[in-house]
Nanobody
């Protein structure tokens, strides 16, 4: 089970920290990722972090977003700075390991201009 939290309504330029608490998986083995989906858009990758700590970011968020994980807490985070109105979306957490894939229910982020 993956449970996201930390979304909300913020003004343009503000920061938010998303959390994704997991249970029922061997967290340390999984590549963890954050994705987002805006209305009428496809879900897109925002950031991922492998079990070894390697990260990958969408070009649009490089330098502003930071993904991190705490294997002791089975939790992945994403610090989002300088948020933009166009980043309003539902943000989803994903855990992947081999053919296994798990998604959270999402947390809404709304950035007002």
């Amino acid at each position: 089970q993956l449970v996201e939290s930390g979304g909300g309504l913020v003004q343009s330029g503000a920061s938010l920290r998303l959390s994704c608490a997991t249970s029922g998986i061997i967290f340390r083995l999984y590549t963890m990722g954050w994705y987002r989906q805006a209305p009428e858009n496809e879900r897109e990758l925002v950031a991922t972090m492998t079990s070894g700590g390697s990260t990958n970011y969408a070009d649009s968020v490089k330098g502003r977003f930071t993904i991190s994980r705490d294997n002791a807490k089975n939790t992945v985070y994403m610090q989002m700075n300088s948020l933009k109105p166009e980043e309003t979306a539902v943000y989803y957490c994903k855990a992947a390991w081999g053919k296994a894939e798990h998604w959270g229910q999402g947390t809404q982020v709304f950035v007002s201009s």
